[in-house]
């Protein structure tokens, strides 16, 4: 099955890595359901980003759409 502990060690690297990665992507895929327009393009450009890139496209929509959204918001609660 196993030639050696560097194939045991990769599939450990691997195992970690998704567990990391996979609850980040459902978070930014679940943050995009919620708060992009319903049918919108944006919407589906997203989601075909989501399900091509992965965890790239994931932290992509967090770069790009959730931070400046987060951002915008918190200053707004501040000037009340």
Do not use: Q
């Amino acid at each position: 099955m196993f030639t050696g502990v560097g194939e045991l060690i990769i599939i450990l690297v691997t195992a970690l890595v998704l567990v990391a990665v996979l609850p980040f992507w459902a978070w930014m895929l679940k943050d995009c359901i919620a708060n992009e327009p319903p049918g919108s393009r944006r919407r589906m450009v997203w989601f075909a980003l989501f399900f091509t890139l992965g965890p790239v496209g994931a932290a992509a929509y967090f770069l790009l759409r959730r931070r400046p959204r987060v951002a915008s918001s918190a200053t707004r609660h501040r000037s009340r």
